[in-house]
Structures are given as C-alpha cells and as structure tokens.
C-alpha cells in the first residue's frame, strides 16, 4: 500500500532555502555553503534547535550534505512505512536520526537497514551531547548506536497493522502466525516504547492515505 507522496525538501544552508525540484540537488549550483536539509519541517521548535547547534561552529561536510531527520514520536506512522526512506534515499545524502528515547528501538532498526543512516542520536541526552555528536558525524568519526533493544521486522509490521486498525486475528492471519504470537509482539513492543501500558499510547500523529 503506496503511504504518502512527500514533498521536495529544502535546503537549510542558508537562508535562500533552494528546493529540489528535481531530487537530486538540494542546493543551488552557484551557493558556496554546505547542503543540510530538515525532514519533516513541520516542527519549528526542532527546526529552530537544530538550526542553532548547527550554527554554532559546527561546519558539514560539503562533498556530501546531510540530512537530520526528526525521529520523534509525533512522526511514527512515517517511521513504520519504507516510503520515507525511499525519499530521502533518492537525494544521495547522508542521514542523521535524532531520536526520542523512546524511539530508540525503531531508529536502530532502520540504521541497520540503510546504510546513508550515518549515525542516531538521541535527543534526550541535551544539545551539548548532540551538538558533539554531529560534530563527530561531520568529521567522518565512527559515533556508536545508543545502547537500546531494537524493533524486529515482525514487530514493525504489527506497528503498521495497528495503524491500520487490524485486529490481532486480522494480523495473525496475514502473518501467518497464531494470535499468541502477536500478542507476543505487542508486550515486546511496549517494553521497547519506553514501558507503555498499552500500544494504543502511542500517538499516530498523521493519517494513512
């Protein structure tokens, strides 16, 4: 099931902010600053964070560009479906996840699926830590994943179902497995998501097309 078609991004070099009408450049062929971009840029306290840590001394590496992507929460449903990215991936740029803590789990997941994930940092940890953290990234030094457990592809398959409003027996059934196991996969889930009482905490912030 086709999710979402997402929109061009934005440069966040400076402050003409060139679309990529095209996917394949992010910036225009005459600016002389570095490629960053900001996926979702729906967020303006995020945008405004990272905007300042990143002009805070911290130079990217301009061969490259990077793309920081807010792996919060309130952005799930994207996290749960490949679309996502499949988008950024066309761009050719590296990707930096920065992560609640409770989405630790499913950003290593897709760490370990796509290798332009550069690196995952988790935001809790407060801007200083983050800050040397992409400052690591941009000087091609190795920065290791959080210490968390990671999402199965099982488990991020009963996260879409669920988003879809499938019943257990409905995923048991599509799965090919019996409904224990998926009640198996919920618990895991909410262990993973930060000790949820139940998977129906979790906020689906955007609706499936």
Same mark, same amino acid.
């Given at each position: 099931?086709?999710f @979402? @078609?997402?929109s061009?991004? +934005?440069c966040a070099?400076?402050q003409s902010?060139?679309?990529?009408?095209?996917g394949n450049?992010v910036?225009? =062929?005459n600016?002389?600053r @570095?490629?960053t971009?900001?996926?979702?840029e729906?967020n303006?306290?995020?945008k405004?964070?990272?905007?300042?840590i990143?002009? +805070?001394?911290i130079?990217?590496?301009s061969?490259?560009?990077?793309?920081?992507?807010?792996?919060?929460?309130?952005?799930l449903?994207y996290?749960i479906?490949?679309?996502w990215?499949?988008?950024?991936s066309?761009h050719?740029m590296?990707?930096i996840?920065?992560?609640?803590?409770? =989405?630790?789990?499913l950003?290593?997941y897709?760490?370990?699926?796509?290798?332009?994930i550069?690196?995952?940092l988790?935001?809790t940890?407060g801007t200083?830590? =983050?800050?040397?953290?992409i400052?690591k &990234?941009?000087?091609l030094?190795f &920065?290791?994943?959080?210490?968390?457990? =990671? &999402?199965?592809e099982?488990?991020v398959?009963?996260l879409r179902?669920?988003?879809?409003?499938?019943?257990?027996?409905?995923m048991a059934? @599509?799965?090919?497995?019996?409904?224990?196991s998926?009640?198996s996969s919920?618990?895991?889930?909410c262990?993973?998501?930060?000790?949820?009482?139940?998977?129906?905490?979790?906020r689906?912030?955007?609706? &499936?097309?």
């Amino acid at each position: 099931m086709k999710f @979402t @078609t997402f929109s061009s991004l +934005n440069c966040a070099g400076c402050q003409s902010q060139c679309r990529d009408v095209e996917g394949n450049s992010v910036r225009d =062929m005459n600016c002389s600053r @570095t490629k960053t971009a900001i996926w979702p840029e729906d967020n303006q306290f995020f945008k405004m964070a990272l905007n300042d840590i990143l002009g +805070n001394s911290i130079s990217v590496d301009s061969h490259y560009g990077i793309i920081f992507v807010d792996f919060s929460i309130d952005n799930l449903l994207y996290f749960i479906h490949d679309e996502w990215i499949e988008f950024l991936s066309e761009h050719n740029m590296r990707i930096i996840l920065l992560a609640d803590k409770e =989405m630790l789990p499913l950003a290593k997941y897709w760490a370990n699926r796509e290798w332009r994930i550069v690196s995952v940092l988790d935001v809790t940890e407060g801007t200083d830590k =983050m800050a040397r953290g992409i400052r690591k &990234v941009m000087q091609l030094k190795f &920065v290791p994943l959080p210490k968390s457990q =990671m &999402v199965s592809e099982r488990e991020v398959k009963v996260l879409r179902y669920l988003s879809q409003g499938k019943s257990v027996a409905d995923m048991a059934r @599509t799965l090919e497995c019996s409904n224990k196991s998926i009640y198996s996969s919920q618990y895991s889930l909410c262990k993973k998501f930060g000790g949820l009482a139940r998977l129906g905490d979790l906020r689906f912030k955007h609706q &499936v097309n």
